[in-house]
């Protein structure tokens, strides 16, 4: 009897927590480790527990497998909802004000000197010949902004993946900060008058998505990419709505 449960509670465990991850949370960090290392042996050790409780207990032979079924089907079931994916963080919302405000070209120099650096130390890649000079002219063409923001606070955007609110998004609590950050903004003249008038307030950072692209171009050459900034923009409409 004892056996029994163990067994059965162990295998249960060890089924849901190893299938589980593979089947409903491919990009999970444990993956089938959950039920290697987890739910399998607290499974067996439940079993151990019951089985033994149930060896003394003055109750048929039909209940205690009817116990038994009820108990894998629930450490199953709830082992199974324990391996759906949580929340994605599908953007960021950031309270801040402008500190100071350059050109790409003013920021070149520091940024060449990284990629030499970078290319020095990396065998597995080699750049184009012209990568420099690519650069450098796009980065000196360039007629957006690099803009030092102090952010006082930030809220992350999360997109939920369970069945029961799949594809909804929420905000998740405001977190107060005191940093510098730098960022980009493609706005044409005037972007730094522009932003300094805005004094404080809500903006998003996001970058191209094509940005870790294998295919992607090494070093990068575009301005966003050379000097490895995130862009800023305002809070999409979806956004805003979360966080009233």
Same mark, same amino acid.
């Given at each position: 009897?004892?056996?029994?449960?163990?067994?059965?509670?162990?295998?249960?465990?060890?089924?849901?927590?190893?299938?589980?991850?593979?089947?409903?949370?491919?990009?999970?960090?444990?993956?089938?480790?959950?039920?290697? @290392?987890?739910?399998?042996?607290?499974? /067996?050790?439940?079993?151990? /527990?019951?089985? /033994?409780?149930?060896? @003394? #207990?003055?109750?048929?032979?039909?209940?205690?497998?009817?116990?038994?079924?009820?108990?894998?089907?629930?450490?199953?079931?709830?082992?199974?909802?324990?391996?759906?994916?949580?929340?994605?963080?599908?953007?960021?919302?950031?309270?801040? $004000?402008?500190?100071?405000?350059?050109?790409?070209?003013? /920021?070149?120099?520091?940024?060449?000197?990284?990629?030499?650096?970078?290319?020095?130390?990396?065998?597995?890649? +080699?750049?184009?010949?012209?990568?420099?000079?690519?650069?450098?002219?796009?980065?000196?063409? !360039?007629?957006?902004?690099?803009?030092?923001?102090?952010?006082?606070?930030?809220?992350?955007?999360?997109? $939920?993946?369970? &069945?029961?609110?799949?594809?909804?998004? +929420?905000?998740?609590?405001?977190?107060?900060?005191?940093?510098?950050?730098?960022?980009?903004?493609? !706005?044409?003249?005037?972007?730094?008058?522009?932003?300094?008038?805005?004094?404080?307030? #809500?903006?998003?950072?996001?970058?191209?998505?094509?940005?870790?692209?294998?295919?992607?171009?090494? &070093?990068?050459? !575009?301005?966003?990419?050379?000097?490895?900034?995130?862009?800023?923009?305002?809070?999409?409409?979806?956004?805003?709505?979360?966080?009233?």
């Amino acid at each position: 009897m004892i056996l029994k449960f163990a067994l059965a509670l162990g295998v249960t465990g060890f089924v849901a927590g190893f299938f589980g991850p593979i089947a409903l949370n491919p990009e999970a960090n444990q993956g089938p480790l959950l039920g290697i @290392f987890i739910t399998g042996p607290l499974g /067996a050790f439940a079993g151990l /527990a019951v089985g /033994a409780l149930f060896r @003394f #207990l003055p109750v048929s032979n039909a209940l205690r497998n009817r116990t038994l079924v009820g108990l894998c089907t629930a450490f199953g079931l709830g082992t199974l909802y324990a391996c759906l994916p949580e929340p994605a963080v599908r953007g960021y919302v950031i309270e801040a $004000h402008l500190e100071a405000c350059a050109s790409p070209a003013q /920021a070149f120099s520091a940024s060449l000197a990284e990629w030499e650096d970078a290319v020095e130390r990396v065998t597995w890649a +080699t750049p184009p010949r012209n990568w420099k000079d690519t650069a450098r002219r796009n980065v000196e063409d !360039d007629t957006g902004a690099v803009l030092t923001m102090r952010v006082t606070r930030r809220t992350s955007i999360y997109e $939920h993946r369970k &069945p029961l609110n799949s594809g909804s998004k +929420t905000a998740g609590p405001w977190i107060a900060v005191d940093e510098t950050e730098r960022y980009y903004v493609s !706005d044409a003249a005037n972007s730094c008058a522009a932003y300094a008038a805005r004094g404080r307030e #809500l903006y998003t950072p996001f970058s191209d998505s094509t940005y870790d692209s294998p295919s992607r171009e090494w &070093p990068p050459t !575009d301005t966003v990419g050379f000097l490895g900034l995130m862009e800023l923009g305002p809070v999409p409409t979806e956004y805003r709505q979360l966080l009233n």
